[in-house]
C-alpha cells in the first residue's frame, strides 16, 4: 500500500517561506513522477506543480511559478515544495500526491494522495 505523509505547514507572514516535504512509501518512489496540489476553503483542488521521476523536468500553475519550487530526492523517497514570498491567497491545505502520468495537472491523474498540511499565510 502507497503511504504519502506531507509535513512542514504552518503559519507565516505574508513575503515568508515554508518548505513542505512529503515521504513517500509502499512503491519504488523514483519509477514515478509527483505533484503538489492545495485546497482552500469552498474551494475545489487546485494543481500547484509537479516532478517528473528523475527529477529534471518540472511544471508549476501560473499562480505560483517563480516563488515556488518542486523538487524531490529519490534517494529519500521524499518530494519537497519550497515556497517564498508567500501570499494570504496561498492560504490552503497542500496535498502531494503521486500518479502514473507526466505532466498531469488534473487530480485524475494521480493515484495516491497524503492527508495534508495546512498553511496559513497571514497579511
Known amino acids: 500500500q502507497v503511504q504519502l505523509v506531507e509535513s512542514g505547514g504552518g503559519l507565516v507572514q505574508a513575503g515568508g517561506s515554508l518548505r513542505l516535504s512529503c515521504a513517500a512509501s509502499?512503491?519504488?518512489?523514483?519509477?514515478?513522477?509527483m505533484g503538489w496540489f492545495r485546497q482552500a476553503p469552498g474551494k475545489e483542488r487546485e494543481f500547484v506543480a509537479t516532478?517528473?521521476?528523475?527529477?529534471?523536468?518540472?511544471y508549476y500553475a501560473d499562480s505560483v511559478r517563480g516563488r515556488f519550487t518542486i523538487s524531490r530526492d529519490n534517494a529519500k523517497s521524499t518530494v519537497f515544495l519550497q515556497m517564498n514570498n508567500l501570499k494570504p491567497e496561498d492560504t490552503a491545505v497542500y496535498y502531494c500526491?503521486?500518479?502514473?502520468?507526466?505532466?498531469?495537472?488534473?487530480?485524475?491523474?494521480?493515484?495516491?494522495w497524503g492527508q495534508g498540511t495546512q498553511v496559513t499565510v497571514s497579511s
Open positions: 500526491a503521486t500518479g502514473p502520468r507526466f505532466p498531469s495537472g488534473s487530480p485524475r491523474g494521480y493515484d495516491y
Open positions: 516532478i517528473n521521476w528523475r527529477g529534471d523536468s518540472t
Open positions: 509502499g512503491r519504488t518512489f523514483s519509477d514515478y513522477p
